[in-house]
């Protein structure tokens, strides 16, 4: 064999070598992008954010994208094979368990944050009806008829968070802190929002807000200011006044990164971030009200708005899921991993009376299906909040005793990561907290997990 038959030999051996590397080099990085976030959330979404501060959010929307649909792929497989949907999998608080913990609560230096939105709460009757009046009948003077009684007014009877309709999944369930007079303030159920992936679970929680107070809290990086705003401090905490009284009730995850679509945020009258005309708005008003709707449309700035969070088009406006809502248009819906891909997501949605803040999050869910998941809530108006199993979290909080300073968070379910001093110390994202308005009984309901 000549020199140049061996030379020509050798390099086609090397370029396969090359070839078989780099295929197994590629598929070791794909098999890694689909397990690493499912096996450690926390390392999969700091290795996004470094690829986004490197090659910026689109490729690593696209790329998400992929490995999202790749999970679903093997969580379809496991299913036909298993024909086991599963079921959401409540964190018990009846039992210490990995997915709750006792926090002492940080105390920041020199002072305690200021109180995030704590308007006065609005009377009950204001917003639900005043109870019934008796008309007492007159009678006319001297030869007049006399005047037939008129019928009693009916009370309009307000359920309570676990019997009003509409009844949903597996049934709402009483969890969480009690008003003073035993009235549950939260109710859970399961959903099963999409016929096409038996597999695809929902939490749906629903509060009362005739007993409690929904509060916003910038991070302390996120949503970055927009260029020209003035910035100011931002804690990123629950203030002491509301973590240590015997009033903290849940927190929960807010929106996308500024970087996603610089969806507005302000803060007790401070813009950090410019609303977006036709983007999803949760409103904060003065006399303690919330509002749910589009900017332009059921939301605009008046002079009672003193905070709103947006993001993404409304999922459920009026009742009605929203059309077209898994096309992937990242102008509108943001630079994610796209609406079509089932992954971890969570929303926010209102009663149509306004009484009942509804919160949803699931894993296998497209953005079609939360909408679903937060219409069969009875939301009628409703939201996406933050995506991704990293990002999609809701603690409850029971006194470990009354003045210890110390909390025992509970993650809503067990499959939820992040870490129970979340919300309580710094954090650098936005997110959402929960009081009772007056008062709560600490001792929570304790339910077993739901079959």
């Known amino acids: 064999m000549s020199n140049m038959m061996k030379g020509t030999r050798r390099r086609a051996l090397k370029l396969r070598r090359v070839f078989l590397l780099t295929v197994a080099m590629l598929a070791l990085a794909l098999a890694g992008a689909v397990t690493i976030p499912a096996v450690a959330p926390d390392a999969g979404a700091s290795i996004a954010d470094f690829l986004r501060s490197v090659v910026g959010p689109e490729p690593v929307a696209l790329l998400e994208s992929t490995v999202f649909q790749l999970q679903d792929t093997l969580n379809r497989a496991k299913y036909n094979v298993t024909h086991d949907g ?6 018990s608080s009846a039992v210490l368990t990995q997915t709750q913990s006792i926090v002492t609560y940080y105390q920041p230096t020199p002072a305690a944050p200021p109180t995030a939105v704590s308007p006065a709460p609005i009377p009950h009757a204001l917003k639900y009806g005043s109870p019934a009046t008796t008309t007492t009948p007159t009678t006319p003077a001297s030869t007049a008829t006399p005047v037939k009684p008129r019928p009693t007014p009916t009370a309009v009877v307000i359920k309570n968070v676990v019997d009003a309709a509409p009844a949903a999944g597996t049934g709402w369930q009483a969890f969480g802190m009690l008003s003073p007079d035993q009235t549950p303030i939260m109710a859970r159920t399961a959903l099963k929002p999409d016929p096409s992936r038996p597999y695809a679970n929902a939490a749906a929680i629903r509060i009362d807000l005739s007993l409690a107070r929904l509060h916003l809290v910038p991070g302390t990086l996120e949503p970055t200011f927009a260029p020209g705003e003035p910035s100011f401090n931002r804690p990123g905490v629950i203030p002491a006044s509301d973590a240590l009284n015997n009033v903290l009730v849940a927190a929960f995850n807010g929106g996308f990164k500024a970087i996603h679509g610089k969806y507005g945020m302000m803060f007790n009258g401070k813009v950090i971030l410019p ?8 409103g904060f008003y003065r006399d303690g009200s919330i509002r749910i709707g589009a ?13 709103y969070r947006q993001n993404c088009p409304l999922l459920v406006d009026q009742g009605r899921v929203r059309p077209n809502i898994n096309i992937a248009d990242v102008l509108s819906w943001g630079y994610t991993g796209g609406n079509p891909a089932a992954t971890w997501r969570s929303g926010l949605g209102l009663s149509q009376d306004g009484r009942f803040l509804i919160y949803v999050a699931g894993n296998s869910l497209t953005a079609q299906t939360l909408g679903n998941a937060l219409q069969q809530a009875g939301a009628y108006y409703g939201m996406q909040l933050d995506i991704n199993g990293f990002y999609t979290r809701f603690y409850t909080y029971e006194p470990v005793k009354p003045g210890s300073g110390s909390l025992q968070a509970v993650r809503l379910l067990q499959a939820m990561s992040g870490s129970a001093t979340q919300y309580l110390t710094p954090y650098p994202r ?10 709560t009984n600490i001792d929570a309901v304790r339910q077993p997990t739901m079959r």
């Open 86 to 91: 599963g079921q959401v999998a409540w964190a």
């Open 275 to 282: 609303p977006v005309k036709g983007i999803a708005t949760v």
């Open 295 to 307: 900017w332009g449309v059921g939301i605009t700035q008046t002079a009672d708005l003193i905070s």
């Open 430 to 439: 936005d997110f959402f907290y929960v009081t009772a308005l007056t008062g």
